[in-house]
C-alpha cells in the first residue's frame, strides 16, 4: 500500500532535549516536505527536499534541520527543543507535483508537546 | 510577494444546504497550480482537487465543483446539498509557481454542518 509513515503518532518532551521525527515513503518519490500546522494559521512549510541531498527551506525552518539521505526517508530534527515548538506537524511526499498531475500523500501527523 | 486568503474562518450550514468556500490567491506568476484539501476532525489531510493557472473550467465531481477565475485570482470551491460528513476544515493550496517545491497553505476554513 502507497504511503507516507510518520513516527511517533504523539510526542510529550521537555526543553532542550534533543528528538527526531522520522517519516518515510515506499512510491519512490523524489519531492518530500515537513509542515506544521497550528490553530488558526493553516500549513506553514518547515523545510522541503526535491531529491536525495538536496534540501531548502520553507517558511518557517528556524529550529529545525532536515537530512535526505536517502530516497525514502526524511526526518525532521529539533536539536533544542521549545515550547513554541508545540505543534502537530505533517510529512509529505510527491513524485514532482509542479510537472505532474498528482498530489501530496501526506502522513498521518505527529503532535508535538514541548514542555 | 504571493498571498492566498480564505476569508471565512467559520462556517455554519443545516444539513442540505449549499455551501460556497472562498480563495483568493494573489501571485505575479502567471503559471501555477492550486489545490484543495480536507481535514475532517480525525486529522488527516485529504487530497480534493488541483487544478493549474491555464485551465479556467468549472469542473464537477458529485457534490464538489470548484470555480477558478484567473482574472480575480478567487478558486472557490462549492458543495451541494451538504451532510454532516462535510464537515471539516478546508485548505487551499497554491504551489508557488516560479518557485519549486513551494506550497503554501491558506489558513483554512472550519465547516460544520449540522444534522
Known amino acids: 500500500e502507497a504511503q507516507v509513515t510518520q513516527n511517533p503518532r504523539y510526542l510529550i518532551t521537555v526543553t532542550g532535549k534533543k528528538l527526531t521525527v522520522t517519516c518515510s515513503q515506499n512510491?519512490?518519490?523524489?519531492?518530500m516536505s515537513w509542515y506544521r500546522q497550528d490553530p488558526g494559521l493553516g500549513l506553514r512549510q518547515i523545510y522541503y527536499s526535491m531529491n536525495v541531498e538536496v534540501t531548502d527551506k520553507g517558511d518557517v525552518p528556524e529550529g529545525y534541520k532536515v537530512s535526505r539521505k536517502e530516497k525514502r526517508n526524511f526526518p525532521l530534527i529539533l536539536e533544542s527543543p521549545s515550547p513554541n515548538q508545540t505543534s502537530l506537524y505533517f510529512c509529505?511526499?510527491?513524485?514532482?507535483?509542479?510537472?505532474?498531475?498528482?498530489?501530496?500523500?501526506f502522513g498521518s501527523g505527529t503532535q508535538l508537546s514541548v514542555l | 510577494a504571493q498571498k492566498v486568503t480564505q476569508a471565512q474562518t467559520e462556517i455554519s450550514v443545516v444539513e442540505k444546504e449549499d455551501v460556497t468556500l472562498d480563495c483568493v490567491y494573489e501571485?505575479?506568476?502567471?503559471?501555477?497550480?492550486l489545490f484543495w484539501y480536507k481535514q475532517p476532525p480525525s486529522g488527516e489531510l485529504v487530497f480534493l482537487i488541483r487544478?493549474?493557472?491555464?485551465?479556467?473550467q468549472n469542473e464537477i465531481s458529485g457534490r464538489y465543483s470548484w470555480n477558478f477565475q484567473k482574472s480575480t485570482s478567487s478558486f472557490n470551491f462549492t458543495i451541494t446539498a451538504s451532510q454532516v460528513v462535510d464537515s471539516a476544515v478546508y485548505f487551499c493550496a497554491p504551489d508557488r509557481g516560479s518557485t519549486l517545491g513551494r506550497l503554501y497553505f491558506g489558513r483554512g476554513t472550519q465547516l460544520t454542518v449540522w444534522p
Open positions: 501571485t505575479r506568476d502567471t503559471t501555477y497550480y
Open positions: 509529505a511526499s510527491s513524485l514532482r507535483f509542479w510537472e505532474t498531475n498528482e498530489k501530496l500523500f
Open positions: 487544478r493549474n493557472s491555464f485551465d479556467e
Open positions: 512510491m519512490n518519490h523524489e519531492y
